[in-house]
């Protein structure tokens, strides 16, 4: 598995001093319907040691910094690319290559 990060998200993670991605599955439970998507996120070091000894998750290192992959199957291509997004003023990680 090759994992790509796109320029903008290298500066954005330098700028805010920050390594690793962890990539996990949200649920959302109305009373009508449930629906799950995949959140993938930039955290700091000490959120990213609670992913790994207390929720399982296994670590790859990149040559940028280091993603956290859930216990469970994702369904992953060969290549996976990260990229910065902004909405509103609000940044956040964008993915392409994993599904749940």
Sequence with gaps: ????YEQPLLDYMLK???K???VEEITSN???FEITELHVQLIDEKRAEHFKTRKGYYSVTTDAGT????PYKLKCEDTITF?????L???YVSY???SK
């Design 89 to 91: 003023g609000i940044k």
């Design 83 to 87: 990229g910065l997004k902004s909405f």
């Design 96 to 98: 392409k290559g994993i």
């Design 16 to 18: 805010k001093g920050k």
């Design 20 to 22: 690793t991605i962890v």
């Design 67 to 70: 993603v956290l992959l859930p």
């Design 1 to 4: 598995m090759k994992f790509i």
């Design 30 to 32: 109305n009373s009508d």
